[in-house]
């Protein structure tokens, strides 16, 4: 069986499970946020249902519109709160402590090798770094976890990425997504579970590894999910609060696909809008003008997205045409750049920095576009209107290249600047 | 019969309704703005029992449940499409918005045309062209969803409620 199947079946009670079977299968552990979890605790709630299966194994995470930006929002924020207090859920997260949802429960051990995790947020699959089976899934579904500790599931196929070589400077896990996500579309991986190895994999930080699996989404994919390693363990260890079980792919695993690519090859990319799939190399879009640049989200809001933004910004300053929005993911990663000195450099290069939140990457708040205006965002969608305006632009890099990009006032190489 | 409304490829949550509309999961309210962006006359002249009928990966992008939420408030009918993002579907079977997978209807089935859907026999006929197309059947596990109601009365059912 193939990694994602075998976390499957031993969630599902089964020695084996084979694709397109459907299962039930038991939830390690479940999240909602805050304008996904309002739908599912009134579903919860209109049922009658009175209990929650387990107040230690769900999150209610209000990273969206947090700090709330208006009344409507601070209501659905209070949805959770009284929810969270009247279940006494172990993990309701305030502002002070909130981040974003899947920076935030890794960093905690709150997600952990070898298990099934659902999310109403799509972008659950970020777990799958951990070597998790983590599937976003919508507010009924997880309504019914809250009462079941269960989830309905179809075993998907699996799709084999192996990356050989190493990813060439000023690459990172988020040129190889936008990379691979061009050459298999928008729904190449729909309904299946994508595996990503090989060398190229296993040298990558677990930051980068939590990007590539962030935007397996965006290739329709149900889950991303790279075998666990030595690095896995490192990071897990001294966070896991829970015990876990490491799985990997057996010599009986069949793939529906195996796909090799030379990760030599792999230079910066852009995503141009207004799919993910649209993506260029960087250097065919140096005329390309931008307004506004954000550094941020659970793509890329990580420390060495920081410390990478900041190696380039260190000293130099915003072009007076941009602004440059930087939003650490979690409290614990703005105390570390706080403590590295990587704020400063934000500050001094003229960039703003912000509490967590989810905020422009869906157009809630904290740096809409206006009409006609373009960003460059380390975030995972390009949708039309997706920061603001319909008629407002997203391109998609990595933070080295929106770092760069907001000392030029266009899309630049990071070896341009640095 | 139902008149169609037709869409191409790539429709995602975020055409369906927008971020900035997340803060109410009052199915009315989002009806209003359904697919505002895509087609501004959509959710003034969409009537109760219009189906819509879209290309490939129908509800990619985010989870939120008031996309398929909103098309419900709009009085859609039902979705066909030639393929469906997997959230958008499992979202879609939960709440009970019917869909239909049927490569040969999305692409045949023209702006305007009127469509009757026969689940029982599985066939979406189009009146307008005189032409019948079949959709893909659900699996037993799923219809057992769709009889109960949707995923939470099917949940209180196994929960002996």
């Keep these: ?418 | 019969m139902s008149r169609c409304w037709k869409f191409g490829d790539n429709i995602s949550t975020d055409h369906l309704i927008a971020g900035k509309y997340l803060v109410t999961s009052d199915p009315k309210t989002l009806a209003t703005h359904c697919l505002e962006d895509t087609r501004p006359e959509f959710p003034k002249e969409v009537k109760p029992g219009d189906v819509i009928v879209a290309g490939d990966n129908f509800g990619c992008g985010s989870s939120r449940e008031h996309a398929p939420i909103a098309l419900k408030g709009c009085g859609i009918k039902g979705v066909i499409a030639a393929s469906f993002a997997r959230i958008f579907f499992r979202n879609a079977i939960n709440i009970g918005l019917p869909i239909f997978e049927s490569k040969e209807a999305a692409r045949d089935i023209q702006e305007g045309d009127e469509v009757d859907i026969d689940m029982a026999g599985g066939k979406i006929i189009n009146r307008t062209k005189g032409k019948s197309y079949s959709f893909e059947p659900f699996p037993k596990e799923i219809l057992e969803i769709i009889e109960a109601g949707g995923l939470m009365q099917f949940v209180k059912k196994r929960m002996g409620k």
């Design chain 1, 1 to 418: 069986m193939t990694l994602a199947e075998r976390i499957i079946a031993s969630h599902a009670g089964q020695e084996e499970v084979h694709p397109g079977q459907f299962v039930y299968a038991e939830v390690d552990f479940c999240l909602g946020n805050d304008i996904t979890a309002p739908v599912a605790i009134k579903e919860f709630e209109d049922a009658g249902l009175q209990k929650v299966f387990d107040r230690n194994r769900i999150a209610l995470v209000p990273d969206h519109f947090t700090p709330s930006k208006d009344i409507a929002s601070a209501q659905q924020v209070k949805t959770l709160r009284d929810f969270a207090r009247k279940h006494q859920l172990a993990y309701f997260f305030e502002v002070g402590s909130v981040g974003i949802e899947h920076a935030l429960l890794p960093e905690m051990g709150l997600v952990l090798p070898g298990d099934l995790i659902i999310g109403a947020d799509s972008h659950t699959c970020t777990y799958g770094a951990l070597g998790a089976f983590a599937v976003g899934v919508g507010s009924t579904d997880l309504a019914a976890c809250f009462a079941t500790g269960k989830v309905w599931l179809k075993v998907p196929e699996t799709i084999k990425f192996v990356f050989n070589g190493k990813l060439p400077l000023w690459s990172s896990g988020k040129d190889l997504i936008l990379f691979l996500i061009s050459d298999i579309g928008v729904d190449g991986a729909l309904y299946k579970a994508m595996e990503f190895t090989g060398p190229a994999i296993s040298s990558l930080s677990m930051d980068d590894r939590f990007t590539i699996c962030n935007m397996a989404i965006e290739a329709g994919a149900k889950a991303g999910i790279i075998p666990p390693d030595k690095i896995t363990q490192k990071y897990v260890k001294g966070r896991a609060r829970r015990s876990y079980v490491t799985y990997s792919s057996n010599g009986t695993a069949s793939y529906c696909q195996i796909k090799e690519y030379d990760a030599n090859t792999i230079t910066p990319r852009v995503a141009i809008p207004s799919l993910p799939s649209n993506v260029q190399p960087v250097e065919a879009l140096s005329q390309i003008n931008i307004d506004q640049v954000v550094i941020g989200s659970c793509t890329n809001g990580r420390i060495t997205d920081l410390r990478v933004a900041a190696s380039l910004l260190k000293g130099k300053k915003v072009h007076p045409y941009v602004r440059l929005i930087i939003i650490p993911a979690t409290q614990a990663i703005y105390l570390e750049a706080l403590k590295e000195g990587l704020i400063e450099i934000f500050l001094k290069a003229g960039a703003s920095v912000s509490t967590p939140t989810c905020g422009p990457c869906l157009g809630g708040h904290m740096g809409i576009l206006a009409e006609g205006e373009r960003c460059l965002a380390t975030t995972n969608r390009n949708f039309p209107g997706r920061m603001g305006h319909p008629r407002s632009e997203v391109y998609l890099s990595s933070p080295a290249v929106a770092a760069a990009s907001a000392i030029t006032g266009r899309i630049t190489h990071p070896a341009n600047v640095a």
